[in-house]
Every structure is written in C-alpha cells, then in structure tokens.
C-alpha cells in the first residue's frame, strides 16, 4: 500500500506497608515502647505471599485504598487468610494479617500480595513450609463449597499461592521507576521490555504470563517489508475489518477471544453495536477466505476522557456478542504494558483496507501493509503546530509517500520484539492528508491508555458509553482532527 491513513476524526504505586509511631513525651516510656518493640520484632514470626485470586477481576481501583472494591476485598481476603488455619497445628497462632497491595496477571485474574504475622512457637521457630502448605490447605477448604461471594464483584471461586517473597521493608512500594517493569510481586525488572520474551525475569514468573499472543502461526518465516503492499493470509492475524451497513468503515485489532480494540472516534456518528459487524480470519474485504469470520458488537465502550475534537484519548474496547476460536489466521496482539519503550526510528507495521490515495476514493479488496517508521514526538508535534498530546505517536517517514489513509481508521501499528511477538504500540487515529511529506500518521500510543484498556476489558459490570462531547470548532493555522474528519470521512 503506498498509503495507509487515518479517518481524521479525528505501574502503579502501592502504598507501602508501615508503622506509623507517636513518640512518647516521657523518656521512661519511650524507652520502654522501644524496648518492647525490638523484644516483639525478635520474637514475631512474619511470612509474605502472592495469591493468585480467580472469579474477580482486577481494576486499577484497588490501587486506591478509599475505592469501594478496595474497602470490600481488603477486609474480606484479611478475615479469609486469618481464618486459613483453623483445625490446623497453626490454629490461633496467626496474630495479624496486612495487604500490601494488588496487581493484575494476565487479561483475568487479581494478584493479591500480603503478610501473615506469626506468635512464637513453644518448641522451635515456624518453618516456611509448615507454614505455607497450612495455608495452601486452609484456602483450599474455605472456598472449596461456594467460594468467597463479594456482592457486584463477584465471587472468589479459588486462591492459589504463586511464590513466597522475602519480608519486605518499611516503605517499599508496588511500581517500579521510570519505565521498568514491575512483576506481580512487586519485584523491579531493570532489563528493557522483558514481558513475553521468552525469558522469565521475575521470580514470580509473571512477566512472561498471558503471553499468548503476538504469533504469526501461518507465517513459515519472517518477511521483511520494505514498501506498501498486500498482506498475505495470517500476516496479520489480529487484523479485524468493522464495518457498518456491511460496508468497511473502520479497522480493529483482537486483545482477547472476547475483546477488539479500535479507535473511539469511529464510533462519534454510530455508537449502536447492532450497526457494526466485525470480519476477522480473511484479507479480503469480500471475505471469500474459507477461514473469514463473521462477529457480532455487544457493546462498544470508548474512553470517557476522548475528546473529538482534538482526537487524545482516541480509543474504544469492542466486546463480541460470541468469543472468537484461535486458529492460525485468528491470533490476537500482545498488549504491552505501560512501561513497555518504542523506541524512535524503530520500523513497525501498519495494516488495512484504507483508500490508496487520497484522491482516489476505492479501497483495496485485499489487506494492505507497509513498514514505518516511529518518530520523535518533539518534532511531530511541531510538524502540527505543537498539537500532539503524550496519547499520542508519530509515524513514517517525513517525506511522506508511505502512511496510512481514510478507512484505516483503528487499525493496529504493531511492533515486532526480539522475541518474535508483535506488540500493538499504536491504533489509527488522524493526520492531514495521506502520505504527505511532513505530514506523518498521527497513532494512538497505547502503552499511556494500556491500563485502560485493561480495566476496560476486564471489568463484569458494564461501563458506561461515554458520548463524545460537542465541541465548538477551534481557530487554527491547520485544521483540527475533527474538521479534518468531516472533509475526509468515507461516505
């Protein structure tokens, strides 16, 4: 494809586990709290765990400790860890448990980590494995019958240990700086982009769960593009066609057998899921592919903050009525974790049925690709007079002649790792005109909105579907994205 170009329409900080003291005024009784604290510290026996907790699903608003789902799951898996030990050799001799925090793994479940404080045994110190296989029994046997019913969140059907951790100290925290990877267990990864590369770099394992994605299984070998061109089948498995009044109108990539993402201002004119089909499994817009997949809308959630008129926040979760079967033409993206780096000048994919050229308004019958080029964000937002927000990437080239175009609106631009796996970095969002020069595509960027997306996905209430807000029109040198949309939307 010489050009493909958007419809212009447009981890976690835990808070640490500590002690707060009131220092006493009396010398005498300063003295003695403190002497009694190191006698306790000496004789108390204290183990940290992380459980894996099914039947629940995690939000990021178990990070806030003043969030209803965090004021009904804390005091709840407190009373269910304390009373683990009952009939066992450890009965009524677990004195305290504390959170320490939450995370997620995968696209399902809750990682729970805590600590469980011990009085001191008569005979011989507590052994971590009396210990721990105590505790394994106990949450076997208390969710065993109904589980751990939490009203609208669900019921905790089993909590399943992941690993001892060694006590943490005062004051640590559950995210990692900068763009490090944080595990499950709050362990920092200081190795660039370490999720699904074939390696397990947390002790816990976690950073290479829910890798199940990214996979080309049609592809015998890897191909290198070089210029705009058709796809083969299983190219781009997680490539999915939307299309309204059976006509293609958008593109999408697959997260989940359950879930597609796009971009949001697709849906600013038809928001009802009974206008959208999706197709997947085919590169052909006639979907005459024996493997081409027809997929009904149940809902379509875009992000509450997105803006139409500026286009940041450009995103929307699709949820399928049916959940897909994987097969070697349907796979879906790896979804990358915020602290996931693209680097600049890194080449990636971009892929759809979008217009040719600007000019000529007929889409391809068959999936186009092309290689492109991740860009500096100072200079892109400079090239549009400084109008980039930082949910928003640069690619191409800045001589123009390859970009994305109308049609390829919410399509992917995927980035493949060392690894093998692809990662969608950027969904399709805006630009000015189609492959011209200094003009690059304006993508998504999906690592700032991908604890979103999970949240979104993940969630078993509905979310509400945010209308975009009508905005009036703004006075620039260029056109706004949304001014842009209505002069180049397709009809």
Known sequence: MDQIKPVLGTRRRLRSSCWKVTIATAVVGSMTALYLGILLGELETSFEHTVELRGIAFNSSLQTENSDYYRVLTPALERLFLSSFQDSQLDSSCTG??????????????????????????????????????LRHGLAAALREQGLSLAAYGTISSASLTGMLLPSLPGDQRSCPGDRFTCHNTQCVWKGNP?????????????????????????????????????????????????ENN??????????????VSAAHCFTEFQDPAMWVAYTGTTSLSSTDSGAVKLGIARIISHPSY????????????????????????????????????????????????YLKED?????????????ELLDQTLCSSLYSHGLTDRMLCAGYLEGKIDSCQGDSGGPLVCEEPSGKFFLAGIVSWGIGCAEARRPGVYTRVTKLSDWIFDAISAQTPLPVQPSPELPPQSSSLPSPAQQAQSTEPP
């Open 307 to 354: 803006n139409a008129d500026t286009a940041d926040y450009d995103v929307a979760v699709l949820e399928l009525k049916k959940p897909v079967a994987f097969t070697k033409y349907i796979q879906p993206v790896c979804l990358p974790d915020a602290g996931h780096h693209f680097p600049i000048r890194k080449k990636c994919l971009i892929s759809g049925w979008g």
């Open 195 to 243: 999720e699904c590369d074939g390696q397990k770099d947390c002790s816990d394992a976690s950073d290479e769960k829910g890798c199940e994605c990214g996979s080309r299984p049609a592809m015998q070998t890897a191909t290198r593009i070089v210029g705009g061109s058709e796809a083969s089948r299983g190219e781009f498995p997680w490539q999915v066609s939307l299309r």
């Open 360 to 372: 000529f308004l007929v889409k391809p019958e068959f999936l186009q690709k092309a290689t492109v």
């Open 247 to 260: 006509e293609h109108f958008c593109g999408a990539a697959i997260l989940t057998e359950k879930w597609l």
């Open 97 to 134: 448990c504390t959170i320490l925090g939450y995370s997620r793994n995968g696209n399902s479940s809750v990682i729970v980590r805590f600590r469980l404080r011990f009085a001191p045994q008569d005979s011989q110190p507590l052994s971590s494995t009396v210990e721990e296989e105590a």
